[in-house]
């Protein structure tokens, strides 16, 4: 709805990472349990309080001309589409999302004890990376729930990891969409809130 509104206005009150094989699609269904809504995905925890960064950067290229001082046109050159957050587990869904692949075993003939290996080189780690958060509108109380998801990307970052006796350690991730080969999209919000509807 056009012009000012209160009950538009969102805040990620509690929000939620999800990781998946790449080209999962982002559930559509929205039932009494987010668990079963997100089956096909593995939970990634508890995150940082400052949540989600979501960032888009277009480069435009400008088209000057000699009849006039300012561009006349601009062709897109590229697109930078990232989300930036901290994990607080370390598991063995996180660390290898966080090194960038790899899996976690155990150590034959030790009970209780694993092992994770960092690859000499980097490797293509291509997953899919879906974020959920619920609000609840100012005028009425009714929860809505955003859930934005990214088929195919990759960690393309890693922050430092500060092992401190006053803090706890956290795995910083810089998480960027790739494109698909069939054209498909590079990401998508899916939305149970009434905000939308045809008016």
Not at 79 to 105: A, C, H, I, Y
Not at 110 to 120: E, Q
Not at 154 to 169: F, W, Y
Request: no cysteine; hydrophobic share 40%; net charge negative.
């Amino acid at each position: 709805m056009a012009g000012t509104n209160s009950s538009e206005i969102r805040i990620a009150g509690v929000g939620r990472l999800y990781v998946a094989t790449a080209g999962t699609d982002v559930p559509t269904t929205f039932s009494t349990d987010t668990a079963t809504d997100w089956a096909s995905w593995k939970n990634l925890g508890f995150t940082s309080g400052d949540g989600v960064t979501f960032s888009k950067k277009d480069k435009l290229e400008p088209v000057d001309v000699w009849q006039a001082v300012s561009p006349v046109h601009f062709v897109y050159s590229d697109r930078d589409l990232t989300l930036k957050f901290s994990l607080m587990q370390f598991n063995e869904d996180t660390l290898p999302f966080f090194m960038g692949g790899g899996t976690v075993d155990a150590v034959t003939g030790s009970t209780g004890v694993y092992k994770y290996d960092i690859a000499d080189r980097p490797f293509a780690d291509v997953r899919a990376l879906g974020l959920e958060f619920t609000d609840v509108k100012a005028s009425d109380g009714t929860a809505v729930t955003y859930r934005f998801g990214i088929p195919r990307g990759q960690v393309t970052a890693a922050d430092d990891i500060k092992l401190a006796r006053k803090s706890a350690a956290q795995l910083g991730i810089t998480f960027t969409a790739m494109a698909s080969a069939d054209g498909s999209a590079l990401a998508g919000f899916v939305m149970k809130d009434s905000a939308y509807a045809a008016s």
